[in-house]
């Protein structure tokens, strides 16, 4: 279509220039050569110009077609009630915000299978083709079958049909098992509606990936809430080697489960906790946050309580939260979390199942509002903590897992830089600089995860 632009454009020119040539001929002869060729000439100009029209037109209907049916698919999982219900509503929401606007008219039809696993959403445009309507004036034709009112003949519109399947795949995640570990910012300056937004967004992210079939696929999501410190609850001796009422002479001052950045050797790994190796402790009667870590799980009420609970204070330790993101999913800490939570190994992320798709796929979700500026639980140079941030995505990703960052109303460009340098790759830094925005980043990496994908 685009070569056929660029003939369209060609014959203008020439034509252009030829015509002041030919205006001035007395000849009778160059007069009605033309008057013949005029014709040709700014027909095929015209239809050089619809034809483009309707190819960009056929563009942005497959890209609104392809995220609505995908939407329509995220709707079917999370909703086993109403489910075409709610898939087509969903469909419905994101191809009207994101269909072409340069038409006469653009609808879309949703159809499933019998089991709601597989949605494919067909889309129909008309396009106004003007230079083409010049030729109902010399031959008389209808308008198509389902043309708009303002189509009044076969040559002044075009008819543009487009369609996009989206399967779910048996459990929801297109034959892997799952695994993410996710980290939410929930420092001072999340208080507000900006937690409020944060926590129906992860909530979101739950109700997505966590699906109700376990039976052939597994999917488990861990939590990381960090502040200053991150509060590893009931694994704080096992990860410390330390007492929550370390002094006998004090029975009653209990130490509140904290932790602070490690460093050395073990600052940028995902070694586990043990002799030479265990994770520095902050004593301290209060931690920032309150909310302790999940390990891994399927269990929605506990993953979504958690995230109910969240309350922001302190500062940001955001290398600390990373490193925890890390360890949470990191096969090397199995025995920690216990055999419920335990990560899977690396290896089954380069072992295929019979389908074709990897055995398994990991994932660390990271978001945070603003600089990294704390780290071992004292205010911290932003350059310093962000290096150290980098540095364990990177341990992460040569791992093998999948790493996503989301910033939250960034104020500056050294927050984004550091967050698109952890992520896999720039397409998976999200920069929401809205509410709106926050919820649309985690809903797009939910579908993005839950591998809702298209089949044609």
């Known amino acids: 279509m685009a070569s056929l632009h660029w003939t369209g454009s060609t014959l203008w020119r020439r034509a252009r220039s030829a015509f002041p040539a030919f205006a001035a001929c007395d000849s009778g002869n160059i007069a009605m050569m033309f008057a013949v060729l005029s014709v040709p000439l700014i027909s095929a100009v015209g239809i050089a110009v619809d034809l483009s029209r309707a190819y960009r037109v056929s563009s942005l209907t497959q890209n609104a077609l392809d995220s609505a049916v995908l939407a329509a698919g995220r709707a079917g999982q999370t909703n086993s009630t109403n489910t075409f219900s709610a898939a087509q509503t969903a469909a419905t929401n994101f191809y009207n915000a994101s269909k072409p606007a340069d038409v006469l008219s653009s609808s879309i039809a949703l159809a499933s299978d019998s089991t709601n696993t597989n949605f494919t959403l067909t889309a129909t445009s008309w396009v106004s083709t003007p230079f083409l309507g010049i030729l109902s004036r010399m031959f008389t034709s209808s308008a198509p079958a389902g043309a708009p009112s303002s189509c009044s003949s076969a040559y002044s519109c075009l008819k543009i049909s487009r369609s996009a399947t989206a399967s779910i795949g048996a459990g929801g995640n297109g034959g892997s098992n799952v695994e993410v570990s996710l980290m939410l910012d929930v420092t001072g300056s999340m208080a507000g509606s900006r937690l409020t937004t944060l926590k129906s967004a992860a909530a979101d992210l739950v109700d997505t ?16 809430p ?106 090397k800490w199995a025995t920690i979390w216990g055999t419920a939570s335990a990560p899977s190994p690396y290896a089954d992320l380069t072992t295929l199942n019979s389908n074709g798709a990897p055995k398994l796929k990991k994932f660390a979700v990271l978001m945070t509002d603003g600089d990294y500026n704390f780290m071992s639980a004292e205010p911290t140079s932003t350059s310093t903590v ?71």
């Open 209 to 224: 990936i966590i699906w109700t079939d376990q039976s052939k696929y597994t999917s488990r999501m861990a939590i990381v």
């Open 386 to 456: 962000n290096s150290a941030a980098v540095s364990i995505c990177s341990g992460m990703k040569t791992a093998g897992i999948t790493v996503y960052t989301v910033g939250f109303e960034l104020t500056n460009n050294t927050a984004k830089t550091m967050l698109t340098s952890c992520a896999s790759s720039s397409d998976k830094f999200y920069d929401a600089s809205s509410e709106a925005a926050l919820i649309a980043a985690f809903r797009d990496i939910a579908l993005k995860i839950s591998s809702l994908r298209l089949t044609n």
């Open 226 to 331: 960090f502040a200053e410190h991150v509060n590893v609850g009931s694994y704080f001796t096992a990860v410390t080697n330390q007492s929550l009422t370390p002094y006998w002479w004090n029975p009653w001052y209990t130490v509140a489960p904290c932790v602070k950045d490690r460093k050395g050797s073990n600052a940028y790994t995902d070694t586990a906790p043990g002799s030479g190796s265990w994770i520095p402790d902050y004593e301290t009667t209060d931690c920032r946050p309150a909310a302790s870590i999940v390990p891994l799980t399927s269990n929605k009420t506990t993953l979504k309580s958690t995230i109910t609970s969240l309350v922001a204070n302190g500062g940001t330790a955001g290398a600390l939260g990373t490193q925890w993101a890390w360890y949470m999913i990191s096969p």
